[in-house]
């Protein structure tokens, strides 16, 4: 059901703020797509989802950040995500987070990954991150 704000419509997720992405190869950094932040709507909430990662290396982690910015530049945020890999070659487990964004003065979100060096090949995992609307 689509919500009415100041004659602009918006579902509890839209399709078109939503990005799916690829997790980086061992030893690299990787973004999310960035999603605009519509200024017009005061109450959106961040989600993030990883799925199991079954080639998460023992005591490997992946770490996500929640990166605010304006598209050319981004800052941490105190929301993070870490996976670790488990024994006996059972990878990382699956997570998320959904975090109220509320008068942000940024324009653009979006999840920062960095996969230790040995941490295994999990660049078949895709991501996902998307901005809902909250209110």
Not at 51 to 77: F, N
Not at 92 to 106: K, M, Y
Request: aromatic fraction near 8%; charge should be negative; hydrophobic fraction near 40%.
């Amino acid at each position: 059901m689509a919500t009415k704000l100041d004659s602009i419509y918006y579902s509890a997720e839209d399709a078109s703020l939503k990005e799916t992405d690829a997790i980086p190869a061992a030893a690299a950094t990787g973004y999310t797509t960035a999603i605009e932040i519509d200024k017009g709507v005061r109450h959106w909430e961040h989600y993030f989802s990883i799925p199991a990662t079954p080639d998460l290396v023992e005591a490997k982690t992946i770490i996500c950040t929640l990166q605010l910015g304006d598209g050319s530049s981004y800052a941490d945020t105190d929301t993070t995500l870490t996976v670790t890999g488990a024994a006996q070659a059972a990878g990382g487990a699956a997570d998320s987070w959904q975090v109220a964004l509320t008068d942000t003065e940024d324009t653009y979100c979006r999840v920062k990954m960095v996969v230790l060096t040995g941490a295994g090949d999990n660049t078949g995992v895709d991501v996902t991150t998307a901005l809902r609307f909250a209110g």
